[in-house]
Structures are given as structure tokens and as C-alpha cells.
């Protein structure tokens, strides 16, 4: 006959035997559940991988495609002419200036010639000594100084009047050598209704009578202006094809009037007499 105290152990034991089944069963579908969603989530991860990574190379190709439409203009996109001038000479402006005119040291009678080297090519000046004697002994009194060595042409025009200006060795265009000169030959033949022709070289100035300085221009072609700038030669043939080398490569604004988009420089001017 089992006691009552064996009947309690008994009992006892049958529960905690149940309790450990429970256990038993509730960590075997535990398992197996986890392992379902593992499953699950190892093919989502598997997918998104596959999409990420295909993502990342489409992507890659994207940019690639982009990157070449921006380097590769289109068709109608303007391409910038190319410099067709060389790297200026070694060297550096000179700064000084004089109080006033030089003094007369050139024949008046006698033919004088201007050789601008620049880094586009050399330009050659038939100078009009007789019409324009205060003008060309200042240059010839410049051009021995060196004041026009290694001067950058700061200004070229494509709208309306076809020029291009240097003798200002702050490149900005306002400079000079300190003094004036008289306005001369303002009524030369050449200057048939209120045009310079191309070919022309002539001073510039502030817009007043007698202003004029350092700063000239150079005519590539007609250009239509009063007759307020001393007309002082005529340039060569072959420098009329270096300034229409520099004039078809343009200016850098855009906007027809700014600095040339050449690398324009003066390395050395040169006045003979010949």
C-alpha cells in the first residue's frame, strides 16, 4: 500500500515530468520556427544583396554615362579656339615713367620701322615719320627704353570696330609712360568717311584732344571711328596674318570687347631707322 507521503512525490514527479515535455516541445517549435524566419529572411537577404549589388553597377554605369556627356560637348555646343600663340619670353615689364615728352631725336625726313615680336608672331610697322613725328619718336624713345617688352594686348575687339590694343604694361588699360603727345594726321587720306581701314595702327587716348600715350591699335579690319586717333603706319602683310590669327581665336568675354583669348605679348619692340 503506497503512503500518502509517497502518493505527494509521486505526483510531484509526474508534474515536473510534464513541465519538462512542455519545455521540451515549446524549444523544439521555437527552433523550428526560427529556423522558417532564418530561412525567410536568408532569401530576403540573398534578394536584396542581389539587388544592391546590381543597383551598385547600374549605377556605376550611370555616373560613367554622365560623366562623358559632360566631358564630350554636343554637336551644336561651341568649342573655344584653341591658343595659337606661344608662351611669352622670360622677363618683366618695366614700371618706369617720365614727366614729360622726350625731346626730338629722330629725322623727320628720314623712313622709320616698328617691329612688334610678339608670342603670336612678328609684326611689321611701316611707320609715317613726316605726318607723325611727336608720335614715332616717342616710340622710338619707348621701344630703347624697353617699356613695351613683355606687355600683354589687353583688349580685343570683334563687334563693330575690329581692333586690337597693347602698349599698356599694366595690361589693364589704363596705363602709360607719364606724359602726352600731341594728337597728329588726323586728316590722312586713309580715313575716308570716318573708317580706319584694316591695316591701320594708331594711338589711343581718354576721349579728349592731345591725350594720347603709350597705348595704340591695331586695325584687322574696316573699322568704322571719327577721326580722332592719330594714324601714325601701316602694318605688313604678314603681320596683318598674325592679327587675324589672334582675332579668330576671339575674346574671352563673349561679349565682342575684352581681353584676347590668345596669349598676346609683346616680348620686344623694336624702331629702325631704314
Known amino acids: 500500500m503506497v503512503s500518502q507521503e509517497q502518493r505527494r512525490r509521486q505526483l510531484a514527479r509526474e508534474k515536473f515530468l510534464r513541465q519538462q515535455q512542455r519545455r521540451t516541445s515549446a524549444r523544439r517549435k521555437a527552433r523550428t520556427r526560427n529556423a522558417a524566419i532564418a530561412s525567410v529572411l536568408g532569401v530576403i537577404l540573398i534578394g536584396s544583396v542581389a539587388l544592391y549589388t546590381t543597383g551598385v553597377v547600374l549605377k556605376d554605369d550611370d555616373d560613367k554615362t554622365n560623366a562623358n556627356a559632360e566631358v564630350t560637348p554636343s554637336p551644336s555646343a561651341s568649342k573655344k579656339a584653341e591658343d595659337p600663340c606661344d608662351k611669352p619670353a622670360e622677363g618683366k615689364v618695366k614700371t618706369q615713367t ?51 617688352d613683355h606687355t600683354p594686348c589687353h583688349r580685343l575687339t570683334t563687334n563693330g570696330i575690329f581692333v586690337l590694343q597693347c602698349g599698356d604694361p599694366t595690361g589693364q588699360g589704363n596705363g602709360g609712360p607719364g606724359y602726352n603727345i600731341p594728337d597728329e594726321n588726323l586728316k590722312d587720306k586713309s580715313l575716308k568717311k570716318n573708317t580706319y581701314p584694316a591695316g591701320t595702327i594708331a594711338m589711343a587716348n581718354t576721349g579728349q584732344p592731345n591725350s594720347g600715350g603709350s597705348q595704340f591699335f591695331l586695325v584687322y579690319q574696316d573699322s568704322p571711328l571719327p577721326p580722332s586717333y592719330t594714324p601714325f603706319g601701316t602694318i605688313s602683310e604678314d603681320g596683318m596674318a598674325v592679327l587675324k590669327k589672334i582675332a579668330a581665336a576671339g575674346e574671352s568675354t563673349g561679349a565682342g570687347d575684352g581681353a584676347p583669348s590668345a596669349t598676346v605679348v609683346i616680348d620686344k619692340a623694336t624702331v629702325t631707322e631704314s
Open 98 to 148: 617720365w614727366k614729360k615728352e622726350p625731346a626730338m631725336t629722330i629725322d623727320k625726313s628720314a623712313k622709320y620701322a616698328m617691329k612688334l615680336s610678339t608670342t603670336c608672331g612678328d609684326i611689321g610697322i611701316d611707320l609715317k615719320t613726316s605726318a607723325a613725328p611727336h608720335t614715332v619718336n616717342s616710340f622710338n624713345f619707348l621701344a630703347g627704353k624697353g617699356f613695351f
